[in-house]
């Protein structure tokens, strides 16, 4: 019995208790919005899971403060099953049934850096002939312009941070190279190493380590580390934690995330009032007045004392009946003992039971709503959170394309710092040799901390964007993370191939219209035709065009074939010059006639190189290129012995240089001559109209090829497909937030009935029923002796003053939520037009980005040229002007297009198409 007592009376457990809440309040989540679409995942549950920083380790039923200790690096990364999502396109915010380019072109390797500028001292000599009309040099360019420094090698059609030997199909850069080379017919014009400018160790140690840090996460900027130091970055140069792409950011979010969380027990909380609401209508013991009273009393009465015990046990039942109405029933008992009394001992025991039943007839809504408003929240909160879980991968979706980009800034930082340093160093050397002015060194020095200086910025906000996302994850700030830049890499490689068929746009439409003249110049038209080529085989190398590699090489073997024609033609011209000229010619001539000589063996090259293409299965002549190597050696021997000749003033030597020159000159034609006996080596005829129609025929070959590319190839980005009038539309219909906004004006019209109800009159109707024992027995109940009541209640609203008010108030909230929810739709509205504007802002900026990076490359190509070689009125302001309309270019091709990709995604969540799947990714 002391143990039942002990039961009763301290009831249940606590850990009863919480399991039992949990099991009720899951249940009823299942029941409530099953087969609906706010239905929460599958295994929803409040208690975080033992990988998340939120899981508490002690007792939930009693808990433990914790530790006030200050601790760092106490959480750390789990193990993400998201791990297991990764494909080729990375982390991306597309659904995972649409893992494309949002430009529709199919995920491709990733890009990196491209070459930077080369240091004047180590570029080719080779200046271009037109540089508003090519974008790289040939052996046409060979002009008898001023000769005061070496011209640099222009830059190729890349985007800053994009690695072109990864982004082509073969990943072996140097193997890439050589096969471009291969195709432009020059062996010579392959990129390597030695184009790659010269960053040195003081220039990195000019940058604090976190921005360093940052920056060696990119491939190519680790290559250029490399080349500065000798060595590979230290390990504390090595960007700590792990790299998480935009999957293992929403499960990290969704395992740690606080107001995740929060939301979660929201909508735990509301169906918990739920259970509460619907127990009213359960048959069950009231909250109280269920236990005993228990007296001891011990008394005097006329000088003699008596005591007696006394207990009055009750219980108490009631229920909330459908019809609105309560049922409440009582049992009261009453046990009196009188020890020591007049009669000795004596005992008085009744019991009773009260049954009662309450009916409202005028008022009975009122009774429903506790259980209807807690339902109707229920509904709500359910929507609600899907609503968020939308929400929560929209925001960091956006965060996450906002660090790609703030990547992205510091590898264009990167670039154009070391190239404005390598600029400075290189006018600082010009300004000793007294070639630069101070001023121009000083302005080159100005841009060239201001690019630093943007550099530490871009690092700093990265730092910052880096950790305004750990705290939206719930993860500490100090929990190293680094986010995987293989989307990146990917966003910039199908933005360089863009580039570069803009590129190819506007290289055809210069060659058109020289094609066009009536005069056409045969050097500008080769050398145009040239660049064409030289960028169709990087869009083929790409994998963008679907030419056959084999007849672009043909036709790149053939342009270099012709251009090294003009190019002895234009040799010929400067020979008679200097012969016609009445000054002394003997040194000018032996140097003219030793660049006829190089032009020489480089056409006996390609001669072979063409027939061996065009006829695969002929045995190379080993005496002809025998005879060439000769002719070169013989040539490097014979400029060695000249510039011995002029160091030492031995002028007696320049005749019988001169006379081998000539030699030299007869002996290259007649090789040229006999290598074009060779099959298919000779591909234009002597005579000069012969000449310009092969070339014209060459040229337009070219241009076919660049306009069959041009027309399946687009750099636009994939359009929204769906019309403005239907996107609101749908919107309207399938916003979960205007649903509930819908509902509370439901619950607004609702509560002003409500209140109209009460300002009439009240009619209850009242049945009780009353049975005891107080003649027959203490448990004899009998029912001929019950008590039946039944009565009827009126209060006429003679009063209603206070409930006047409510339902003034209550028809001003209506129109208040009324208004609500016209403004939301409104909104909505709004939201879907600007989405659409933005989109399509977007896709329109970006075309004119794509174009003004295209134009950028050429300017800094032209400009960087035009600057070296000395062209009267290029300063190096221009040059400076110039590197920053680029940087600023590359910068808006990625702004544009990543704000493309957040912008779509904001789109599809503002439709309320954004379909999340369990794991909080939007999928397809």
Not at 324 to 351: C, Q, Y
Not at 703 to 728: F, G, N, Q
Request: with cysteine; aromatic share 6%; glycine share 6%.
């Amino acid at each position: 019995m002391g143990a039942l007592l002990l039961v009763v009376i301290t009831g249940c457990t606590r850990p009863h208790y919480r399991r039992s809440a949990d099991c009720e309040t899951y249940a009823l989540l299942d029941d409530r919005v099953e087969n609906t679409p706010w239905l929460p995942p599958a295994g929803f549950s409040i208690v975080p899971e033992e990988r998340s920083r939120l899981c508490d380790p002690a007792d939930p039923d009693f808990t433990d403060l914790p530790d006030p200790e200050p601790q760092l690096y106490s959480y750390q990364i789990p193990p993400l099953d998201s791990d297991g999502w990764s494909d080729t396109t990375g982390g991306s915010a597309l659904p995972r049934g649409e893992r494309t380019s949002p430009s529709g072109r199919q995920p491709q390797e990733s890009p990196a850096l491209p070459p930077l500028p080369a240091p004047l001292e180590e570029q080719s000599s080779e200046p271009l002939a037109d540089p508003g009309v090519l974008g790289r040099a040939s052996a046409t360019s060979m002009s008898r312009g001023p000769e005061r420094r070496p011209a640099p090698v222009t830059r190729d059609v890349a985007l800053l941070g994009a690695d072109t030997s990864v982004h082509r199909k073969n990943s072996d850069s140097t193997a890439v190279a050589l096969v471009a080379a291969e195709v432009a017919g020059s062996p010579d014009s392959a990129p390597t190493e030695l184009n790659q400018p010269p960053v040195s160790a003081q220039q990195w140690a000019a940058l604090p380590t976190s921005c360093v840090l940052r920056m060696l996460e990119f491939e190519q900027l680790r290559a250029v580390y490399v080349r500065s130091h000798g060595e590979s970055p230290p390990a504390e140069l090595r960007s700590p934690g792990r790299a998480v792409t935009l999957e293992n950011i929403v499960e990290i979010g969704l395992l740690n995330s606080r107001e995740f969380q929060t939301q979660k027990e929201t909508l735990y909380k509301t169906a918990l009032a739920v259970t509460l609401a619907q127990f009213d209508y359960v048959l069950k013991a009231t909250p109280f007045g269920n236990g005993a009273d228990l007296y001891y009393r011990t008394f005097q009465v006329d000088g003699e004392y008596f005591s007696d015990y006394r207990t009055a046990p009750r219980a108490e039942i009631d229920k909330a009946l459908v019809t609105g109405g309560t049922f409440v029933g009582r049992f009261a008992n009453n046990v009196l003992l009188t020890f020591n009394g007049p009669e000795g001992f004596a005992s008085d025991i009744t019991s009773r039971f009260f049954f009662d039943i309450s009916q409202p007839l005028l008022q009975r809504d009122i009774r429903f709503e506790n259980l209807t408003r807690a339902e109707r929240n229920l509904i709500y909160a359910a929507r609600s959170y899907l609503r968020f879980r939308k929400t929560y991968f929209l925001q960091l979706a956006t965060e996450y394309y906002q660090i790609l980009r703030s990547y992205r800034q510091i590898a264009i930082e990167s670039q154009n710092y070391f190239s404005l340093s390598g600029a400075h160093n290189q006018a600082l050397i010009e300004l000793e040799a007294g070639i630069r002015s101070r001023i121009q060194a000083e302005q080159i020095e100005q841009n060239m901390l201001a690019g630093r200086s943007r550099l530490i910025t871009a690092g700093v906000t990265l730092e910052r964007a880096l950790d305004r996302l750990k705290l939206d994850l719930g993860i500490p700030t100090e929990l190293p993370l680094r986010v995987d830049l293989q989307e990146l890499d990917d966003v910039t490689g199908r933005d360089e191939t863009a580039v570069l068929a803009e590129a190819v746009r506007r290289t055809r439409e210069r060659l058109t219209a020289e094609r066009d003249r009536s005069t056409p110049q045969g050097s500008l038209l080769v050398n145009a035709a040239i660049v064409l080529h030289q960028r169709l085989v990087d869009l083929h190398l790409r994998g963008v065009s679907t030419a056959d590699l084999d007849e672009l090489k043909e036709l790149g073997f053939r342009l270099a074939l012709s251009d090294s024609q003009i190019a002895i033609e234009q040799q010929w011209r400067a020979i008679e010059e200097v012969q016609a000229s009445n000054e002394p010619v003997a040194v000018r001539l032996v140097q003219r006639r030793l660049e006829l000589i190089d032009a020489h063996v480089l056409q006996v090259d390609r001669q072979l190189t063409l027939s061996q293409h065009t006829h695969p299965g002929a045995r190379e002549p080993a005496a002809i290129s025998e005879r060439n190597s000769d002719i070169r050696t013989q040539a490097a021997d014979l400029r060695r012995r000249l510039g011995v000749a002029l160091d030492e003033a031995r002028l007696e030597d320049l005749s019988g240089i001169e006379q081998e020159s000539a030699r030299l000159v007869e002996a290259g034609q007649e090789l040229v001559a006999q290598a074009g006996q060779l099959p298919g080596a000779d591909v234009s005829g002597a005579e000069e109209d012969s000449r310009q129609k092969t070339i014209t025929e060459l040229v337009d070959r070219v241009l076919a090829r660049a306009a069959s590319l041009l027309t399946s190839e687009t750099s636009e980005l994939t359009p929204v497909e769906i019309e403005l009038d239907d996107a609101m539309l749908t919107a309207l219909a399938l916003r979960l937030d205007l649903m509930n906004r819908r509902g509370e004006l439901a619950d607004a019209r609702r509560a002003e009935k409500l209140a109209a109800d009460d300002l009439r009159s009240v009619l209850n109707l009242h049945a009780t029923e009353t049975l005891g024992t107080d003649a027959f027995g203490p448990y004899d109940f009998r029912i001929d002796s019950a008590q039946t009541e039944v009565r009827a209640e009126i209060d006429l609203p003679f009063n209603r003053k206070a409930q006047r008010n409510l339902y003034r108030t209550a028809l001003i909230n209506y129109q208040v939520a009324r208004r609500a929810e016209m403004q939301q739709e409104d909104t909505i509205k709004f939201s879907i037009r600007d989405d659409l504007r933005n989109l399509a802002l977007a896709r329109n900026q970006y075309q004119i980005s794509i174009a003004s990076a295209a134009l950028a490359i050429e300017r800094v190509n032209s400009t960087q040229l035009e600057l070296a070689l000395g062209f009267p009125g290029v300063q190096a302001r221009d040059f400076l002007e110039a590197q920053d309309a680029f940087r600023l270019a590359v910068g808006a091709v990625a702004d544009n297009h990543l704000g493309y990709i957040a912008n779509r995604v904001q789109f599809f969540y503002d439709l309320e198409l954004l379909q999340v799947d369990d794991a909080g990714f939007w999928q397809g």
